[in-house]
């Protein structure tokens, strides 16, 4: 079965960028469906960002233009590349498979934007 490992998080100040890498254990190549979620304190998750196998993307109003979404089959790998940070961007990020069955999370990465 697919686990997947967030990691690339951690502090940054506003305008700053960062990677977020999600590392699949086994293929990916058959999921249609890739997505970033994020959940700051007190609020709800919300998606962040998803990817089609072909690499169609989609984003938050709150991120186009700022983060990007892709994906590497060969590589079983999903990245989130976020530039411009905010200090609303907080947040724990969350990598998503959508499959038959439950959904399959990280464990989440943290990103904290400093002022």
């Known amino acids: 079965q697919v686990q997947l490992v967030e990691s690339g998080g951690g502090l940054v100040q506003a305008g700053g960028s960062l990677r977020l890498s999600c590392a699949a254990s086994?293929?990916?190549?058959?999921?249609?469906?890739m997505r970033w979620y994020r959940q700051a304190p007190g609020k709800q998750r919300e998606l962040v960002a998803m990817i089609t196998s072909g690499g169609s993307t989609d984003y938050a109003d709150s991120v186009k233009g700022r983060f990007t979404i892709s994906r590497d089959n060969a590589k079983n790998m999903v990245y989130l590349q976020m530039k411009s940070l905010k200090p609303e961007d907080t947040a724990v990020y969350y990598c998503?498979?959508?499959?038959?069955?439950?959904?399959?999370w990280g464990q989440g990465t943290q990103v904290t934007v400093s002022s």
């Open positions: 998503m498979a959508v499959v038959r069955g439950p959904n399959l």
């Open positions: 086994g293929s990916i190549f058959s999921i249609n469906d």
